[in-house]
C-alpha cells in the first residue's frame, strides 16, 4: 500500500505539473496532438486488435452487455479516430473572453474559458473511453488521470502509449494523459481522495461503481447513475416514424446508457401502435414487459416473450434486449410517470402535436429530451461534440453529454484603462 501510495503520489505531481503546460499550449501543438492520435489510430489496427483479443479471452465470464463494450473493432477505432479529427476541427474555447460590459466606472468586465486543471477519469470495459477522454483532455486544455478497469488493461495500455507518442510529437508533456497501469483497485480509492493533484473525478461505468465515487470521493464528480430512458408515443402520432424510431431506440444496439429501456404510448393509439411494435420486437427477441392493457393488446406475441410488469420494472436500466411498456391516458400521465421512475437521462416524445412536443421539452425533467428521434442519438460525438467525457445528469456543473466545454470553468476577468475604486 505504500508503494501504491508513492506511486499514485507521483501519478497526481505529474499530471499537476502538466495541466499547468497544457493551459498555457498554443491551438496548433493541441491540434497537431490530436491529428497525429487520429493517424495512429488508424495505422495501428493490428497491434491493437492483438491487445484487444488478450483483454477479450481473459473475460470469457463477463455478461453479454460487458464483453460487448469491452471490443474494439475497426469500426469503433475509425469512431474514435473521426473524433479526434473532428475535435481538432473545433475552435478552441481556451481564453475566450465574452459578455464584456462596461460598468459606469469604466471597467470592463467579463469572462474567460478555462481548463479546469486535473480530471480524474474511471471507466469499465469500454477502452475507446480512453482515447475519447484523452481527445478531450488535450483540446481543453486540461490533464487527465484514466483508471480503465482491470479487463480492458492491454487494450488501454496500448491506446495510452498512441496518445503519449502522439503528445510528445506536438512537444506537449506527455504526462497530460497518465493510465493508471495497474489493476489494484486501491488505486481507485487513492484517486478519489487527493483534491491537491485532482479536480473533478468523471466514474463512467456500473451504478455500483458510480455510487462508491459519488459516496467515497473528496473532490467533485461529474456523474450519472443509470440510463432509463423513455420513447413516449401520443395520441397524435406518425405511425410509421414511431415504429421505426422506438424499434431503433431500443435495438440499435442494447448496452448504451441511452437505449430506450421504458415504452409509453397513450391509450388513443394503444391498439394500432402496440401490435405491429409487438412483432418487430418479436423478431428480435426482445423480451416485453407489460402493464394489463398492453399485455391484452401483445395477444400475437409469443408467450415467453411476454410478462406482466413488476412495480421494479419502471425503474430497472436492462441493458439488454428487455422493455418494459405501459399504456397511460394521456400527455399528463406521461409526463409525470417519465419524471417519477426516469434517470433524468434522456427521454423522447413521438408526436404530430407542436403543443405537445413543446410541453414535453419543457416538463420533462432530463439532461436530453427529444422529439421525432431516437433516444440513441444522446451521444457527445452524434451532438457534435466530436466525444464526450461521459453524460451528466446532474445540473452543475455539466448536464447530459460533456464534451469540451464541459471540461471548461469560467474566471472573472476586469479590463481596465487605469481606473482606481473611489
Not at 491529428?35 to 489496427?45: F, K, N, P, T, Y
Request: aromatic residues 4%.
Amino acid at each position: 500500500m505504500t508503494d501504491l501510495a508513492a506511486y499514485m503520489t507521483g501519478v497526481g505531481e505529474a499530471a499537476r505539473r502538466a495541466a499547468t503546460l497544457m493551459a498555457a499550449a498554443p491551438t496548433a501543438a493541441k491540434d497537431h496532438a490530436l491529428q497525429a492520435l487520429a493517424r495512429r489510430l488508424r495505422e495501428a489496427g493490428p497491434a491493437l486488435a492483438e491487445a484487444n483479443a488478450r483483454d477479450l479471452a481473459g473475460a470469457r465470464e463477463l455478461d453479454a452487455p460487458l464483453l460487448d463494450r469491452l471490443k474494439l473493432n475497426d469500426k469503433i477505432l475509425a469512431t474514435v479516430a473521426e473524433g479526434c479529427k473532428q475535435i481538432a476541427a473545433m475552435p478552441d474555447p481556451i481564453g475566450e473572453i465574452t459578455g464584456v460590459k462596461r460598468r459606469p466606472t469604466g471597467i470592463g468586465v467579463g469572462h474567460m474559458r478555462v481548463p479546469l486543471g486535473v480530471f480524474g477519469m474511471i471507466y469499465e470495459s469500454r477502452p475507446n473511453v480512453t482515447i475519447e477522454a484523452a481527445s478531450l483532455a488535450i483540446k481543453s486544455g486540461n490533464a487527465c488521470i484514466l483508471r480503465g478497469g482491470s479487463e480492458a488493461l492491454h487494450s488501454n495500455l496500448a491506446l495510452a502509449a498512441l496518445v503519449g507518442d502522439s503528445l510528445e510529437e506536438a512537444g506537449l508533456p506527455r504526462d497530460a494523459v497518465q493510465l493508471i497501469n495497474t489493476t489494484d483497485r486501491a488505486a481507485v480509492g487513492l484517486l478519489i481522495a487527493m483534491p491537491a493533484f485532482v479536480d473533478v473525478i468523471i466514474p463512467r461505468g456500473g451504478k455500483g461503481l458510480i455510487e462508491r465515487i459519488s459516496r467515497e470521493a473528496r473532490v467533485p464528480v461529474i456523474k450519472h447513475l443509470d440510463g432509463n430512458c423513455h420513447s413516449y408515443v401520443d395520441a397524435e402520432v406518425d405511425l410509421d416514424l414511431a415504429v421505426a424510431v422506438v424499434d431503433n431506440a431500443k435495438t440499435q444496439k442494447y448496452s448504451p446508457c441511452n437505449a430506450t429501456e421504458s415504452l409509453l404510448v397513450h391509450a388513443a393509439r394503444a391498439a394500432d401502435f402496440l401490435p405491429r411494435i409487438g412483432m418487430v420486437f418479436a423478431a428480435k427477441g426482445v423480451e416485453m414487459r407489460g402493464c394489463e392493457r398492453a399485455l391484452a393488446l401483445l395477444d400475437a406475441v409469443p408467450r415467453d416473450l411476454l410478462k406482466p410488469a413488476t412495480p421494479e420494472d419502471w425503474d430497472t436500466e436492462y441493458l439488454a434486449p428487455i422493455i418494459s411498456i405501459k399504456v397511460v391516458d394521456d400527455l399528463d400521465e406521461a409526463i409525470a410517470h417519465i419524471n417519477r421512475h426516469g434517470s433524468h437521462h434522456t427521454d423522447a416524445i413521438l408526436t404530430t402535436n407542436h403543443v405537445h412536443a413543446m410541453r414535453f421539452l419543457r416538463e420533462v425533467d432530463s439532461a436530453s429530451v427529444m422529439v421525432n428521434a431516437s433516444t440513441r442519438f444522446a451521444d457527445g460525438f452524434e451532438y457534435g461534440l466530436g466525444a464526450e467525457i461521459g453524460i451528466s445528469t446532474d445540473k452543475f456543473h455539466a448536464r447530459g453529454p460533456v464534451g469540451l466545454e464541459g471540461l471548461t470553468s469560467m474566471k472573472w476577468v476586469v479590463l481596465g484603462q487605469g481606473e482606481i475604486r473611489r
